[in-house]
């Protein structure tokens, strides 16, 4: 029988088949492969001993929170308060198309803005969706609900961004603390707490954050390039960086505004970045 792993502690996984729950021990097979279940393994059990007998192959694994076969990224996106970061969303971006997850944007705050706020923050909007990414505002959740069916999802996102709210809103069992204390204590909280997936429709939600900034771990450049997928469009070259070679078009679109200016800028600083830092990612 297949199922899911839904949740773990200590030894004890959750696992969900159909619409049932199934608590499930690893078998000792696994330590000795040094293979640890993971939630969101796929996983084949024996129901009437409550063992897990076989993890199935793994599309990718995430740390912080440890979470395996993720399908989509959600990235929450406040346009005020705090105000909107288009490096930090374009950068999350990066993260997540070069891991081969699904990214989808969800503005939040889009309240806060007034009338020519507002005028900015459509062409944005509209602009993202136009190049083929997903983005909807915290008041599209059904929008939202089709753009994730049936997918195992994480949430991104600044601190302070509407993370919690929106979590809430999907699923009120998600039960989370908004503006809670906890902020002021740190991630401390956060890592001590275990990973859970909950139901929203027919998908399934981390309800811990995955994906800060600082995790650019294994980006090479040409992964940096690559995420930045509208680029490709106006270039017929398949090795360009888009800077000043000579018939790549790239920089004529952005002049005459086809290309967002901030999508270029942001593009050259991640380049910059990885090409300066020897630490942070894989040349
Ligand atoms: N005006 C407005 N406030 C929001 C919205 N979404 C969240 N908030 C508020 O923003 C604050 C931070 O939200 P929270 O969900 O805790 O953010 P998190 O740190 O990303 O989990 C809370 O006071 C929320 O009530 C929104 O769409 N509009
Ligand atoms: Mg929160
Ligand atoms: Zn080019």
Known sequence: MEGKIVRIISN??????G???????????FYHQKLTPL????????????????????????????????????????????NLSLFLLDKLLTLIISNNIKPII?????????????????????????????AVTNSELKKLEELTKGM?????GQTGAGKSSLLNRLNPNFNLDTNEISKALGRGV?????????????????????????????????????????????????????????????KERVDSKDILESRYENYLKLVMECESSRIIYKK
């Not at 912080?64 to 996106?77: C, E, K, S």
């Open 12 to 17: 004890l996984c959750t696992v969900e088949v």
């Open 19 to 29: 619409d049932k729950l199934i608590n499930c021990k690893p078998r000792g097979k």
């Open 39 to 82: 939630v969101g393994d796929k996983v084949i059990i024996d129901e009437e001993n409550a063992y897990i007998l076989d993890i199935l192959p793994r599309k990718n694994s995430l740390h912080r929170p440890t979470i395996a076969n993720v399908d989509g990224a959600i990235i929450v996106t406040s346009v005020k308060e705090p």
């Open 106 to 134: 969800c503005f939040t705050k889009v309240d806060l803005l007034n009338e020519n706020e507002l005028n900015e923050f459509n062409k944005i909007y509209d602009y993202y969706n136009r190049i083929g990414i997903s």
């Open 152 to 156: 195992t999802l994480v949430l991104t």
């Open 190 to 250: 956060h890592t001590t707490r275990h990973t859970e997936l909950f139901k929203y429709k027919t998908s399934l939600i981390a309800d811990t954050p995955g994906f800060s900034s600082l995790d650019l771990e294994g980006l090479t450049k040409e992964n940096i390039r690559d995420s930045f997928i509208e680029f490709g469009f106006d270039c017929k070259f398949s090795d360009c960086y888009h800077k000043n070679e000579q018939g790549c078009n790239v």
